[in-house]
């Protein structure tokens, strides 16, 4: 089957949200009010649409302005027979802007719409289209908290976590107290993990990682900055006992083979909004087979990109955690099909991504820059 684009749209949204404290959040250094939510709206000749999201936190309008003047030009009206061919070419078409960051977030919307289209051709859900053999099963997921910088508040929402079902959790924590704060409410038998977003630099990140090794965490997730230093990054593991996780900064297979090949990690971190959407998440999980690392996407959305991963995670491996970031939205785009049973997601089972967002809050959400 082909898919013709007849039509292209990209809808930014914002969704005002809490994460449960007085004060607003950060990200990117500005103030965080809202979930921004790139939608890509894809039309195909015969009518169906589909859905997809690019990553794009304090960066809505740059990346809408990439779709609307790099990409849309070069895809309305084109027949697509193969969506990887299709996406390898525009990555080789505008290459020279940049291989990574809003380009590639652009792309890997796209490139999810393109897939929730195949799959509804099909009439199946994108899981089973993925990989046929596959069955819809309940998936693990583990609340990834904000980085409070309180002791007092990481208890409590570590403790209220596990009171909605959570049985792993994350912080986004820098400091040694939070972490103790964690292990202390939460006891020893509850996984913990920790991120500090590329916040050390190698020899803090030693010392740090020393004092740290008594909590037994789970995984150590982008410990140093740059993210791409994966030299650096190898010498950490090969010093310290803790597991490490990093790959939400990398974008498409090629740069996560490199990451690999400095064994610098033991828990692989695709984003299907970022790398290059599902054609590069796949590619990406065979690299993590071969060479017997562990799957541990980066999924802190709540758009069709969030779907995305759902299918892929439920067709390709079951048994990685599903992160589900820790916040309260005003609206969800989905309703509460998505929310967390007892710490647990699964893949809704209509066709295609197998939930079509909410028209009404797209109405309601729609930024007009
Ligand atoms: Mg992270």
Request: charged share 25%; glycine share 6%; hydrophobic share 40%.
């Amino acid at each position: 089957m082909s898919i013709k684009i007849n039509n292209a749209e990209a809808i930014p949204l914002k969704i005002p949200f809490s994460i449960g404290l007085n004060k607003t959040a950060k990200s990117g250094g500005l103030d965080w009010p809202a979930l921004e939510i790139l939608l890509i709206k894809i039309e195909s000749s015969e009518g169906i649409v589909g859905w997809g999201e690019a990553f794009n936190y304090s960066s809505q309008f740059a990346a809408l302005s990439a779709f609307n003047s790099m990409i849309k030009p070069l895809i309305l009206k084109r027949k697509i027979e193969s969506i990887p061919d299709f996406l390898m070419e525009l990555q080789k078409t505008i290459h020279i802007f940049g291989r990574y960051g809003i380009v590639m977030h652009c792309f890997s919307g796209l490139d999810i719409a393109l897939y929730d289209i195949e799959a509804k051709q099909k009439k199946i859900p994108l899981y089973k289209h993925l990989n046929s053999n596959s069955k819809k099963t309940k998936l693990n997921g583990y609340a990834s908290l904000y980085r409070y910088a309180d002791p007092e508040i990481v208890k409590d929402k570590c403790l209220e976590s596990i009171k909605h079902g959570y049985k792993y959790i994350k912080l986004h924590e820098i400091n040694e107290q939070e972490v103790k704060a964690a292990r202390d409410a939460i006891g020893d038998k509850i996984p913990l993990m920790l991120d500090v977003n590329c916040s050390w630099d190698y020899k803090s990140a030693l010392n740090i990682s020393k004092k740290l090794k008594k909590y037994n965490l789970y995984f150590l997730e982008e410990p140093i900055f740059p993210p791409e230093d994966f030299e650096t990054l190898f010498k950490l593991k090969s010093k310290i006992r803790i597991p490490l996780a990093a790959g939400e900064n990398c974008y498409t297979a090629y740069q996560f083979n490199q990451m690999i090949k400095y064994k610098a990690i033991d828990y692989v971190q695709p984003s299907v909004t970022k790398v290059g959407g599902i054609t590069e998440f796949i590619k990406i999980i065979k690299l993590t087979n071969k060479n017997k690392l562990k799957l541990m996407p980066h999924s802190p959305y709540f758009g069709p990109g969030w779907l995305a991963n759902l299918h892929l995670i439920t067709a390709f491996c079951p048994s990685a955690l599903v992160e589900r970031l820790y916040v309260y939205e005003e609206a969800s785009l989905y309703k509460d099909s998505t929310n967390p049973a007892k710490g647990m997601f699964s893949v809704p089972n209509d066709i295609g991504l197998g939930l079509d967002p909410n028209l009404d809050v797209i109405k309601t959400y729609k930024v007009n820059y």
